[in-house]
């Protein structure tokens, strides 16, 4: 990939950075600037202002409402989004089951999700995991029994993200209870809030944030024409989704954020009678930090480029999900380290404490998780070893 720019480029870069200027909402400004936490409901205002500018889906296909741009374009948007602090978008539309969607969708389904999931009308979450389905998913146990036109499903679901925030739950149910267990899965498009039987119960992380939910289904009727490719075939939506969703938790823009708020606050921080900024050895720590940011950025628009050229991401996707998922929680450790004590505040202090102060503890607490959703590291080991190193299973 190129990624000298051209002058048409450099004006596209201007143009960009002059509409999110103005385009963004002062009080997500302030949140950005300060490293705050965004609710959702800011999320989906952010969301709203892409989806009016046309740019909220970059990364679709032109025809279904994607930009048209090119990947050093689409490289830019997303670098001057970083630099603006922009809050990150929901992925489970957007990033999940809309290119899944597109890609195996029927003609219906596109016209009927594709549009909401655009607009920011409708939310989706992911019912893939369950008490005892994480790692390995092909256990699992949600069972879906065709009666008429539907299916009935009874089950539960856990970890699901924002479910609380969701008009729309993607599922794997079963639908074939003997033979290989990959072979018996199904993909499924739920209607949350209009499905009697589904129960959303949210429940809250150590960083004190209701982030997810259990999902309990008891006899609720799903229409056989939510399901996704064919009956019994939802392991390789499984799949392919995942491979999407890898590709997202490599958070490449959301580190830059970070990096910007350590800069930040060790500019801000005495010592001695400089800054922490210009302690060498402070220095040297954020210095290696870019460097692996850079190279995850490059890697992660190489596999960005390959898609554009309407390549599925593959299991290198897995290689990203590990670095992005430990250079996420590296940051959040370099920025207690340089907060020192000023890190202990929590986010219900109100205004008595500097908004990155009151969020910093709780981020720290929930980054735990990056190394452990979205398919846990040691099995993203297993993947690469298997499917690109081609070493023999243990
Ligand atoms: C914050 C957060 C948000 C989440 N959001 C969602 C969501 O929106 N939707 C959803 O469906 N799920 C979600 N999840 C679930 C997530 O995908 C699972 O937690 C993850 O897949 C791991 O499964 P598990 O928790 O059952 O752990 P387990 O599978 O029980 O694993 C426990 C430990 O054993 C290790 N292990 C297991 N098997 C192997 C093996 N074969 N080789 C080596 N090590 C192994 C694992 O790596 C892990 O360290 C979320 C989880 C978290 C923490």
Redesign the pocket.
């Known amino acids: 990939m190129d990624m000298s720019f051209t002058p048409e480029q450099i004006r596209f870069r201007e143009e960009v950075r002059q509409w999110i200027e103005q385009a963004m909402p002062a009080p997500i400004r302030k949140k950005a600037q300060n490293g705050a936490h965004f609710e959702h409901e800011e999320q989906m205002e952010w969301h709203k202002t892409l989806y009016k500018k046309g740019w909220v889906a970059p990364h679709w296909p032109k025809e279904v409402g994607g930009t048209g741009w090119d990947a050093t374009q689409r490289f830019i948007f997303n670098e001057e989004l970083s630099r603006a602090s922009a809050p990150p978008l929901s992925p ?1 539309g957007l990033a999940m089951v809309g290119p899944l969607i597109i890609q195996f969708g029927t003609p219906e389904q596109k016209t009927r999700y594709l549009p909401k999931i655009l607009a920011g009308e409708e939310v989706w ?5 369950e008490p005892n ?5 092909a256990s699992l146990q949600l069972k879906a029994e065709k009666d008429g036109d539907n299916y009935v499903l009874n089950g539960q ?6 479910a609380q925030y969701a008009d729309w739950i993607f599922v794997l149910c079963r639908t074939k209870f003997d033979g290989k267990q990959q072979e018996g899965i199904t993909f499924l498009l739920c209607d949350v809030k209009n499905t009697p039987g589904i129960t959303v119960k949210p429940f809250m ?1 150590t960083g004190g944030t209701l ?2 939910s259990e999902t309990w289904f008891e006899n609720a009727r799903v229409p056989q024409a939510n399901r996704v490719g064919p009956e019994n075939g939802g392991w390789t939506m499984a799949k392919a989704l995942l491979g999407h969703e890898r590709t997202t938790i490599a958070g490449v823009g959301e580190i830059r954020r970070y990096i910007n708020l350590i800069k930040r606050i060790a500019r801000d921080t005495k010592v001695g009678t400089g800054s922490l900024l210009e302690d060498p050895a402070f220095r040297a720590r954020i210095a290696a930090l870019e460097i692996r940011h850079r190279a995850l950025m490059m890697a992660n628009y190489r596999t960005l480029a390959s898609a554009q050229l309407g390549r599925a991401p593959g299991p290198e996707s897995s290689i990203l999900k590990i670095v992005g998922s430990e250079i996420q929680q590296y940051c959040y450790e370099l920025m207690m380290d340089a907060m020192g004590h000023n890190a202990l505040g929590w986010f219900d202090s109100g205004e008595i404490l500097p908004m990155h102060e009151q969020w910093v503890a709780s981020q720290f607490n ?1 980054l735990r ?1 990056t190394t ?8 993203q080991r ?1 993947i690469i070893a298997k499917l690109i190193l081609q070493l023999p299973g243990a």
Do not use: M, P
């Open positions: 489970f979450c992911q019912g893939y995991s389905s994480g790692s390995d998913l679901k856990t970890w699901t993200t924002h992380t982030a997810f929930y998780a452990i959703y979205g398919g846990s590291n040691e099995i297993n």
